[in-house]
């Protein structure tokens, strides 16, 4: 099945500045790549995703990238604020036959510091 | 408004005594999931189901059922919990397995004493 490798596990990062998160994965059939974000106490929350045919996406402060010769990719938040902090995982699934569900990295804990 | 409903969102039980734990969506998602949340280790997938009467095991599912009798309801059941059940389970659907975002309820935090 697939695995999901996940760094940093915390990431302390000064407000304004950027965070970037990396996840590689094994399964070569993996074709969509989406990262969820989960706030202290609260249930994960889709905040971006990818599809293999594309290299990056962006909304807003967010972007994602996508390098699938390297089995690869990266979560960037740019001009982080104090709402940024949380854990973020990020997941893969294998696309165009089995049933194995997402398979998701360990998670990141993003601390903005004042 | 578009959810997933998990019920309760606190149990605390004692070894071996059977509980459940209710999800239901309203959604229409064809697929929908079980993952338990414990610390280091991330969310992992615990059941799924493809659609109605179609489950099948995730990386973690000894000690679990599941049943769907309905497209909306995706029950979890544990027939004689043990200690290291205790965790956060999150139930989650989409509309499909491969290309759709999940939508995750808001959470079981259970503890077997």
């Known amino acids: 099945g697939e695995n999901v490798e996940q760094h940093p596990s915390t990431l302390s990062v000064q407000e304004g500045d950027s965070a970037v998160i990396k996840c590689t994965y094994s399964d070569s059939a993996s074709n969509y790549f989406p990262w969820y974000k989960q706030e202290l106490g609260k249930r994960p929350q889709l905040i971006i995703d990818?599809?293999?045919?594309?290299g990056e996406k962006k909304d807003q402060r967010i972007a994602v990238t996508l390098n699938k010769t390297a089995k690869h990719f990266s979560l960037h938040i740019t001009e982080t604020q104090p709402e940024d902090s949380a854990v973020y995982f990020c997941?893969?699934?294998?696309?165009?036959?089995?049933?194995?569900?997402?398979?998701f990295g360990k998670g990141t804990h993003l601390i903005i510091q004042p | 408004e578009a959810q997933v409903t998990q019920n309760p969102r606190y149990l605390i039980t004692v070894t071996g005594k059977k509980l459940t734990v209710t999800c239901s969506q309203n959604m229409n998602h064809e697929y929908m999931s079980w993952y338990r949340q414990d610390p280091g280790l991330g969310l992992r997938q615990i059941y799924y189901?493809?659609?109605?009467?179609?489950?099948d095991k995730g990386d973690v599912p000894e000690g679990y059922k599941v049943s769907r009798k309905e497209k909306r309801n995706f029950p979890l059941i544990l027939e004689s919990p043990s200690p290291n059940q205790t965790s956060l389970y999150f139930c989650a659907s989409s509309r499909d397995r491969e290309y759709s975002p999940l939508h995750f309820g808001n959470g079981t935090r259970l503890t077997v004493t």
């Open positions: 189901s493809m659609n109605v009467e179609v489950t």
């Open positions: 990818i599809r293999s045919n594309v």
């Open positions: 997941a893969a699934i294998p696309t165009g036959g089995g049933a194995d569900g997402l398979t």
